[in-house]
């Protein structure tokens, strides 16, 4: 769990107007000028589909969701869990896939909101841009045990260990599915896959053929507002571009002041798909985004005299990023795949800067050996590269730094009977420069007695590796008079450059049934062996001259000094009530138990993370088709109390009714929040940002598509 504050920027802020360093790359957008660079960017893409070669028909449907059968919906094909595709009836993992009818029925306006209807994973709200997500536990605003993929390219920072949700935004229409996997996938996808994996993987350019537009107004933003166009360019094969943007409004803080919270994003991308031989196939795709977020946060203002406040701070930044990905079918039983990207992205606030440049490269070779045996193995290599600016609320030593990760893997699956059970064993080493090598073994058992019962079993270890903020950041949270002489007193957080990997053993069990053409379980359990979790622990005072003035430092650092365990279950169902009506509950329960060694200060790092997540989640999602091409769609989740953070429990309620008109127009009623109008989620102590309280909203959305 980290103790590092949110650090947002708002350079009109106490009459500062500091330069952005020589690497910020993005124009920084003004809070009234969203509007005008969105419609910039629709007319660019208005102006390229005007000179498109070769238009094509639209793909979009929006048929009856309810109509799916349940043999259908277990035999999804996933990746995630030991890239190569299988079926989700046949994974040894506690999987969960957000399909796009899942998408389409949820309502929900940004890929949080979507993940909520996963079993076994929190996710809480803090203010109107940021959330905490975390799988079975230690859940935090930067949840650094969570690694999170978009079309294999991780949007995992190295710096504060963990995912900026508010740049990750996805268009939710071209997304294909969310395979989600509750627990350790380290073995395949390396550090910092301790407690899960959400991978979002998107359409290809062929399946979003033609013009797509969207366009969403309501009580808590405008927009999502979107245009897509596809279509196919000779050699090029097939391709999409699309722009989209948002304006979410701010909320309201516990005390009922105006958390200045509000939430803008624009964004435009491409994709295309090529064939270029009988066995050879390129992807390419990229992105280029530019938002800005606002937060209140406490901090200190001067050291002389010892001033401390409550800022209102605005978060811009600025990023773009290309991909491209090869697959080559060698034979039948043979295929290789080398994918490419490159990432660059910006921050900065009044209080921070940072900018960070990531180059990596992936190749993997599946191949199968004799008739029992089906291996995946490969290489990687990871680049990245940072600069950060020096204030007084926070600064990082050295002010830049390059870090490499080198990185192999190999898992083998044995048909140890061919048609029922097969043990998967796989292992992964990695090498990077902060704690050397790291080994990350797995092991999963498959039994399949027959085509509607499964049971599973595995044990795995997996690490995460200090960020920047663990080893190399300083942030000054408190100045107060009264030091020795009369001089201030600063209390600080300094990173610690001997803080060693976190380390987890996990073992899992589950089980999946299709009892019948209409209902479907899937349950798993599970148990996590945790050490070397990150503490907090004091160092001696000391009297420091920079910043000025003299003052007398109360410093404190990371240690790794504490441990535990948490156990728990998840289940969720799929029933089809009727040919009109299908019901979808889950539940999850989770039980932590976190110490401090003898030899560790820290008092409060242990309650804190057993209180920060709920030990109780139950969820229940109806869809009912109707007469008149009408669809109802509800959803309602119950989220137990967080102990530690003085959050009580709450309900959330959401609904909607859809209208669709043929197979290429549909209009959408939604309210969300419906049982209480203001509620709070998350207030965490690892963060100084001040929460909002969440608050019920209703919007109209309209999709078209030609």
Partial sequence: MSVCPTIYFRPEVAGNTRRLPSWWLGPVVPSNSNRFCFASVLLAVTALLAGSVIPCPAQEKFGDLTQKSLEDLMNIGVTSVSK??????????????????????????????????????????????????SARGINGQYSNKLLVMVDGRTVYTPIFGGVFWD?????????????????????????????????????????????????????????????????????????????????VRSLLTPTGLDSQDDWRLIQGGFRTDSTLTAKDTLTTEGEVYQGDAGELAHMPISLQPPVNG????????????????????????????????????????????????TIDIDFQHHVGWGARQDIVWGLGYRLTSDDTIQT?????????????LFSAFAQDEIAIQPDSLHLSLGTRLEHNVNTGFDIEPSARLAWTPNSRNMLWSAVSGAVRTPARSDSDIRVNYYAYPGGPGGMPMLVSFFGNPKVKDERVTAFEAGYRNTWTSRLSLDASAFYNRYRDLTTVEPEPARIEVNPAPVHLLIPTTWGNGMYGETHGMEFFANWKASNFWTLSPGYALLSAHFHTLASSQDTAIAFETVGSTPSHQAQLRSSVSLPRNLQWNLSAYFVNRLSALAVPSYTRVDTGLTWSAGDHAAMSLEGQNLFSDRHLEFSGPDSTVQPSLMKRSAYVKISWSF
């Fill in 392 to 404: 007084l609320r926070i600064s990082f030593t050295p002010a830049d730094r390059r870090n490499q």
């Fill in 84 to 133: 190569k595709e299988q079926k989700t009836s046949q994974v040894a993992a506690s999987i969960f896939v957000i399909s796009q009818e899942d998408i389409r029925r949820s309502g929900a306006l940004n890929i949080p909101d979507l993940l909520r209807m996963v079993p076994g994973l929190d996710v809480a709200q803090i203010d109107a841009g940021k959330w905490a997500i």
């Fill in 310 to 357: 409550v800022l209102a701070l605005r978060d811009r930044y600025f990023g773009w990023n290309l991909l491209t990905r090869w697959n080559r079918t060698i034979s039948p039983g043979s295929s290789t795949s080398l994918q490419v990207y490159f990432d660059r992205t910006t921050r900065g606030d009044n209080t921070y800067g940072l900018g960070l440049n």
């Fill in 167 to 247: 740049s990750q935004n996805t268009p939710l229409k071209a997304i294909e599915r969310i395979e989600v996997i509750r627990g350790p996938g380290a073995a395949v996808w390396g550090a910092n896959a301790v407690n899960g994996i959400i991978n979002i993987i998107t359409k290809s350019a062929g399946e979003t053929q033609g013009v797509m537009i969207t366009a969403r107004e309501g009580t808590g933003e405008t927009g999502p507002d979107t245009i897509r166009y596809g279509g196919k360019a000779g050699g090029l094969g097939s391709f999409r571009v699309y722009a989209a943007g948002f304006h």
